[in-house]
């Protein structure tokens, strides 16, 4: 069966980094568009980046931009979140997800599979 498991979470000071890894199995990597979401207590999940199937296309939560990067080894059936300048507000579960479209999106209900989540928490 399909599995995404998320991994990296952890406890940082603001300003800090962290790099988050969601590694698949079950499912053909390349042939899903990857995201990132994340869900802090008392919110809704929100979207963060999202990834498409080849890692040409890129998008971003305007919360994020210029602090995370997203991006994809497909040989590893690996998805990453590189966290920098971290803030208080980031912290969350983080949740990997998989949709078989192309191109990646924002909307959490295109996606087909949802990993169980990694804890970050920003120290202020």
């Known amino acids: 069966q399909v599995q995404l498991v998320e991994s990296g979470g952890g406890l940082v000071q603001a300003g800090g980094s962290l790099r988050l890894s969601c590694a698949a199995s079950?499912?053909?990597?390349?042939?899903?568009?990857m995201g990132w979401f994340r869900q802090a207590p008392g919110k809704e999940r929100e979207f963060v980046a999202s990834?498409?199937?080849?890692?040409?296309?890129?998008y971003y939560a305007d919360s994020v931009k210029g602090r995370f990067t997203i991006s994809r080894d497909n040989a590893k059936n690996t998805v990453y979140l590189q966290m920098n300048s971290l803030k208080s507000e980031d912290t969350a579960v983080y949740y990997c997800?998989?949709?078989?479209?192309?191109?990646?999106?924002?909307?959490?209900?295109?996606?087909?599979?949802w990993g169980q989540g990694t804890q970050v928490t920003v120290s202020s």
């Open positions: 990834i498409s199937r080849s890692g040409g296309t890129r």
């Open positions: 997800a998989a949709d078989d479209n192309v191109g990646g999106t924002k909307f959490s209900g295109l996606y087909d599979y």
């Open positions: 079950g499912l053909t990597f390349s042939s899903y568009a």
